[in-house]
């Protein structure tokens, strides 16, 4: 009881450093939207990185040492930092590629683990001032409570995914199992941020979404806030590690407790397809 009260505690204080750390990167960056030039490409022109993403994830690294210094982050942009107790994992700019355009899609995400643990989970979308925030407590959308919740069956239900994946040339396979999901979801949705589609479906915005070669700072919050929302996260099968600490995962799937896996074309032909086995195993 001692151990759970602690940690209800910590998680209380790191989602304020998380949602204060947020709010001020995205004042910071959003008047730049669709205003400032690519400064590099990372992975290739699919893949770019600005100064803003840069001195976003400055701003972000100095505030959470200066809450918190007993701590160890890990930026998309640079790298890891710190040896503290505290584990986050930060994306100064989840979908840049939006922000270049001015797209008014992107987000600031931020997340806390302790012990293998989630205990903080942020995912601020300045356009919309809208702040998904979760700790022990629970997953709230502005203060509010959200709840993962929405159809049980593809056709009445929103898919976020960006599969085929950018940056490379889709195959014949890429293009089958895409129009496969084209054919059976309601809607479906490629819209460019990660950390929002994760906390769309946290919120009930959106029944399903997965991805495949992310990175822990693209999903951790998205993590705690699909499972503070009653929301299911999968991994692949046979990831022991990411079972564990789901966000080490680079594939995954998230959706409601409504939507039938075993009769959406996600388990009988995505998920088998990629990853080769029927059912996708829960994230602890």
């Not at 890891?80 to 584990?87: D, L």
């Not at 409504?258 to 009988?268: C, I, N, P, T, Y």
Request: glycine share 10%.
């Amino acid at each position: 009881m001692t151990a759970d009260r602690e940690a209800d505690a910590l998680s209380s204080h790191l989602i304020e450093i998380a949602i204060g750390a947020a709010h001020a990167a995205g004042a910071y960056f959003t008047p730049f939207a669709g205003r400032i030039e690519v400064a590099a490409e990372k992975k290739g022109f699919f893949d770019p990185v600005t100064e803003c993403d840069r001195e976003s994830e400055r701003r972000i690294v100095e505030r959470i040492f200066r809450d918190h210094p007993d701590s160890t982050i890990v930026g998309e942009e640079g790298g890891q930092q710190g040896s503290g107790a505290v584990h986050w994992y930060v994306d100064p700019i989840d979908g840049t590629n939006n922000f270049v355009a001015g797209i008014p899609f992107f987000c600031v995400s931020i997340a806390a683990a302790v012990n293998g643990r989630l205990l903080a989970g942020v995912v601020y979308d300045p356009s919309k001032q809208e702040t998904f925030a979760a700790s022990t407590a629970g997953a709230t959308l502005n203060g509010e409570p959200i709840r993962c919740t929405g159809s049980a069956l593809d056709s009445g239900a929103t898919l976020l995914t960006e599969y085929p994946r950018s940056g490379r040339r889709a195959t014949p396979e890429d293009m089958t199992r895409f129009g496969e999901v084209l054919g059976s979801f309601r809607a479906v949705r490629r819209l460019g941020s990660t950390a929002l589609h994760l906390a769309y479906v946290a919120a009930g915005r959106a029944d399903a979404t997965f991805g495949m070669g992310t990175n822990p700072w693209d999903i951790a919050a998205g993590v705690l806030l699909v499972q503070q929302a009653g929301g299911r996260f999968l991994v692949p099968p046979g990831n022991a590690a990411a079972a564990e600490q789901p966000w080490l995962t680079p594939d995954y799937f998230a959706l409601t407790p409504e939507l039938d896996l075993e009769r959406s074309v996600l388990g009988a032909v995505v998920w088998r397809d990629l990853f080769g086995a029927r059912e996708a195993a829960p994230a602890r």
